[in-house]
């Protein structure tokens, strides 16, 4: 299972860290992403972690957030810096281990400019 938690309202410019507890299985195993979903659009990709410790950015985030996973806690989290208006959405956590990709329920945050 995910929990994702974090969301709330930040102003333009702003930071904020999204969390993913993760229960069930060892994240460190395990490839962990974040996607949002604005409304009215597609559910993207965000960042992604991979259990080999590699991390993959979206275009329009680079640079101002950062993946991390804490192992000992079992969490992922995402710091998010200079958030912008665009930033809002609903932002979820998927972990991939081989045969199951589990999502967690998301977590909402509003920019406010």
């Known amino acids: 299972q995910l929990q994702a938690y974090g969301g709330g309202l930040v102003q333009s410019g702003g930071s904020l860290r999204l969390s993913c507890l993760v229960s069930g299985t060892m994240i460190r195993f395990a490839d962990v992403g974040w996607y949002r979903q604005a409304p009215g659009k597609e559910r993207e990709l965000v960042a992604g972690?991979?259990?080999?410790?590699?991390?993959d950015y979206a275009a329009s985030i680079k640079g101002r957030f950062t993946i991390s996973r804490d192992n000992a806690k079992n969490t992922a989290y995402l710091q998010m810096n200079n958030l912008r208006t665009e930033d809002t959405a609903k932002y979820y956590c998927?972990?991939?281990?081989?045969?199951?990709?589990?999502w967690g329920q998301g977590t909402l945050f509003t920019v406010s400019s």
């Open positions: 972690s991979t259990s080999r410790n590699t991390t």
């Open positions: 998927k972990l991939d281990v081989p045969r199951l990709t589990s």
